[in-house]
């Protein structure tokens, strides 16, 4: 339901916690039985997994594939087959750790975003088995005692880096361990459940249930779960569990025929609603109808019952087949989807499918500056190259360009502006830091631009021949998060993303506090350029656009401007409101004869059209992706910042 965009389920996502409880007290149970039973088997063991997990999955998977040849864009098809493959590993979750986070608003448009949940029970497959079979030699206290000790051990790693990387929390099996070992000591320890009397038991089911409501109502994203937090509805599921016994009201409700039902289908519902819904946000480019995500959840199910009982069903019949020719069509299937998926990505998504497809990977790949990613320092490497991105090349750098990944696609086109006045342009960027000293945040990507900005602010010192330096970078971020929605259905990031807090002072109850803080810094940042000598070009923040440009522009040129007349455009006033407060941070700043602004909204808002900001320009994208200038766009924005130095007499 949360995939489907059921706003009053806010904690939706929680189900995959519960998720994890159910299966490790399964897992565990059966690992337990036949080990006291004495006929427990490691081939055995796995072939019950092949048989239960893989021909459902793997029928999904080339079925998304198909889909996805026909309705995906070059770089979307292309992000796809790397998810195949990941996923045909056994490791989306740690696939998807480096590629998004899981509450980004277009992760919705990934179809194989959820199977980072099996990726993390598939891990649980290879060691659980394991360290179950080897403790279990010494009695079920023992391997009781084992369980707990992992478990509480990764509840403690996991409210640590709730705090310190919330993405790596959410989708590693080190973090999500705890919930499964959860369901085991359950299991290990069932014998003593049914032992209390039926009021405890009925009191405790129904405790349990409501933890449940309660949490999918009451928590939210937020609070960066798995932590202590999800021991809220882990521990509700954990009651249900143990205490909802036949003879309960929560038990006999759970054993109704509707609920077998569900429970029977649940799987395949599972593997196949994200396909749904997912292709559908691509092909409506946004939040689909209410009415169309209805009939795809109906689809959902209907298509759930037929994969049950029509595949599900039989292969785990184990007269279905011998275990070898289980084990060999997985492995054919998995290696068939690796290869089919390699050659996709190699192939760039194969653009050459549709005339549409091709002028959108034109856009996104010739477009984009040569130099992005390959000048801005990345997070192993934060030091400042002498020889390295200096446009144009080989020139002698007067300018320096400060900033992050704004400033990184900007720097090749700035250098080919001021190149005719024999001026050039160091390279000092690095995505997602803004350019000021002072700051911390919170999410792992960032916590690298505390040690950037030194070594950038050193270069400086120790180079007095770069006597102008530009200050560029998406600004609003650190004051806002990198979460936008442009009001007109399109929206990326993450909300709380790239939030920064100031060094000295990481708390502040009062956001304008917070705000006050944050622009000080950034004031005292600039003056500091200034009071060194520089002459100082401020760069003030470009319109986010909330969609993927070249893809929209592209699209609404093949379908006769489904999305309106060109120039397509967002609205001048979102703009506002999205810089308004740090952007009144920067206007403090005072007037300085070697500081000159240059206002990206005067090049692309209230020209074409009043109260918009166009994303084309000509029938030409501005931009590169949702937020990035492309060379066309940044060509614009260069020519702006030699006019302002022109003018001041710089150059």
């Not at 009201?249 to 029977?264: D, E, N, T, Y």
């Amino acid at each position: 339901m949360a995939h489907a965009g059921a706003t009053w389920l806010p904690a939706g996502f929680l189900g995959v916690d519960v998720f994890f409880v159910i299966s490790g007290f399964l897992i565990t149970g059966i690992i337990a039985r036949e080990t006291q039973r004495g006929d427990f088997s490691f081939a055995a063991f796995y072939e019950r997994r092949v048989r239960r997990i893989l021909p459902a999955l793997y029928l999904v998977m080339f079925a998304s594939a198909l889909a996805a040849f026909f309705l995906l864009y070059p770089n979307e098809l292309r992000t796809f087959a790397e998810s195949v493959v990941a996923t045909a590993l056994f490791g989306s979750n740690i696939y998807f750790n480096g590629k998004i986070s899981y509450f980004t608003p277009n992760v919705e448009t990934y179809p194989l975003i959820h199977t980072w949940s099996l990726g993390v029970e598939e891990q649980y497959y290879v060691l659980a088995p394991v360290i179950l079979a080897f403790a279990l030699r010494f009695g079920r206290s023992v391997a009781l005692g084992v369980v707990a000790f992992v478990s509480l051990a990764s509840l403690a790693a996991a409210q640590y880096m709730s705090g310190v990387d919330p993405q790596a929390n959410f989708y590693l099996l080190p973090y999500r361990a705890w919930e499964l070992g959860l369901g085991g000591i359950l299991a290990l320890a069932s014998t003593h459940f049914g032992a209390y009397p039926k009021k405890i038991r009925q009191g405790a089911a129904l405790l349990g249930l409501l933890l449940l409501v309660a949490s999918y109502v009451a928590l939210n994203q937020d609070l960066n779960m798995p932590n202590l937090w999800a021991l809220a509805p882990t521990g509700g599921a954990a009651l249900v569990i143990a205490f909802a016994r036949a003879d309960t009201l929560v038990g006999r409700a759970l054993s109704s025929r509707p609920f077998m039902f569900i429970g029977a289908i649940s799987y395949s519902a599972y593997l196949w609603h994200q396909p749904l819904f997912a292709f559908a946000r691509v092909k409506a480019d946004g939040a689909p109808p209410f009415v169309v995500m209805a009939a795809l959840t109906l689809l959902t199910l209907a298509l759930a019952w037929a994969s049950w009982r029509f595949v599900e069903r039989p292969f785990r019949d184990r007269s279905f087949h011998s275990r070898r020719w289980v084990f060999a069509g997985a492995l054919a299937c998995g290696v068939a989807l690796i290869v089919t998926g390699r050659i996709t990505v190699l192939q760039n998504g194969f653009p050459s499918r549709s005339p549409e497809f091709a002028a959108i990977a034109d856009w996104q790949d010739r477009h984009i500056s040569s130099a992005a990613a390959r000048c801005q320092s990345d997070m192993w490497n934060v030091a400042i190259n002498d020889d390295s991105c200096v446009f144009p090349a080989g020139g002698a750098p007067t300018i320096a360009l400060l900033g992050d990944s704004h400033a990184d696609v900007l720097a090749e086109s700035l250098g080919e502006a001021v190149a005719p006045f024999s001026q050039g342009v160091k390279e000092l960027a690095h995505g997602g830091c803004p350019p000021v000293r002072g700051l911390v945040f919170t999410d792992a990507k960032r916590r690298v631009c505390p040690a950037f900005m030194a070594s950038a602010l050193r270069y400086l010192d120790d180079h007095d021949e770069l006597g102008t330096v530009v200050v560029f970078a998406r600004w609003p971020v650190p004051f806002e998060s990198d979460f936008v929605d442009n009001g007109e259905g399109g929206a990326a990031g993450v909300p709380g993303q790239g939030l920064a807090l100031v060094e000295k002072a990481p708390r502040f109850a009062d956001p304008n506090a917070r705000y006050e803080a944050l622009g000080k810094l950034f004031r005292d940042q600039i003056n500091a350029h200034l009071q060194s000598g520089r002459r100082v070009v401020l760069v003030y923040s470009a319109p986010e656009t909330g969609w993927n440009v070249p893809r929209r522009v592209i699209h609404n040129q093949f379908e006769k401007n489904i999305f309106g007349a060109p120039p397509l455009s967002i609205s001048h006033d979102v703009y506002v409101q999205r810089t308004r407060n740090v952007h009144a941070q920067l206007d403090r700043i005072g007037d300085h004869p070697n500081l000159v602004r240059v206002k990206p909204e005067e090049i692309f808002c209230n020209r074409a059209l009043a109260g918009r900001c166009v994303v084309e320009s000509d029938g030409a994208p501005l931009y590169f992706d949702d937020n990035h200038l492309n060379k066309i766009g940044n060509a614009l924005l260069a020519d702006r910042i030699v006019e302002a130095m022109k003018s001041k007499g710089w150059i």
